[in-house]
Structure formats: C-alpha cells, structure tokens
C-alpha cells in the first residue's frame, strides 16, 4: 500500500527556496507516476507538478515553469519538488499525490481523481 508523506514544508522569505520531499513509506512509490499539488486557504486545490514514473516525463502548471523543478530519486522511492524564486501567493498546504502509471496520463495529470493516494500536506509560509 502507498502511504505517502511530505516534508520539507516551513517559513521562506520571499525570493528564497524550499525543496519539498515526498516519501512512500510502503517502498512502492517508484511504481506510479507522482504529482504535487497545493491548497492555499479558502481556495480550491492546485495543480503544480507531476512527473512520470520512469521520471523521463515532466509537467508543470503555467505559474510555476521555470520555477519549480519536480524530480525523482526511485531507488529512494522518493519524489522532489524544488522551488525558487518564492513569492508571497506560493503559501499554500503542498500535497503530493501517486498516480497508476496509465499511458494516457499526459490527459489528465493535473486532474485531482486521476491519483489514487495523497499525502497529509506540508504547509509553506512565505513571508513578505
């Protein structure tokens, strides 16, 4: 069973980084495709990053190319997601979430039921 956890979450200045780190503590994460997504309050859940199991694939929402970086390390079941250049409106809970590896994935990546298992979140305050 997939048990996902988040890390890496906390208080940046604006402009600084953040590298958030989602681990499967089953030891099967390498087996699905993995996205990250965030919820700032009273708005409704955002897609940011996904990327394909084999980790030769990546997606990015508009807001964050060029910015974020999601990555993979498979032989440590464990996915990244790199953040600079941070800017007040990326405080949010950063969720990741692991995907069957479907070769129709690239449809719906950035679709929340498309994953089938979700961590609890990291929250990331950035200070202005």
């Known amino acids: 069973q997939v048990q996902l956890v988040e890390s890496g979450g906390g208080l940046v200045q604006a402009g600084g980084s953040a590298r958030l780190s989602c681990a499967d503590s089953?030891?099967?994460?390498?087996?699905?495709?993995v996205g990250w997504f965030r919820q700032a309050p009273a708005t409704e859940r955002q897609f940011v990053a996904a990327?394909?199991?084999?980790?030769?694939?990546?997606y990015y929402a508009n807001s964050m190319k060029g910015r974020f970086t999601i990555s993979r390390d498979n032989t440590k079941n464990t996915v990244f997601l790199q953040m600079n250049s941070l800017r007040f409106e990326d405080t949010a809970v950063y969720y990741c979430?692991?995907?069957?590896?479907?070769?129709?994935?690239?449809?719906?990546?950035?679709?929340?039921?498309?994953?089938?298992?979700w961590g609890q979140g990291t929250q990331v305050t950035v200070s202005s």
């Open positions: 990327i394909r199991r084999s980790g030769g694939r990546t």
């Open positions: 089953g030891g099967t994460l390498s087996n699905y495709n």
């Open positions: 979430a692991a995907a069957p590896d479907r070769s129709d994935f690239s449809g719906y990546y950035y679709r929340q039921r498309g994953y089938d298992y």
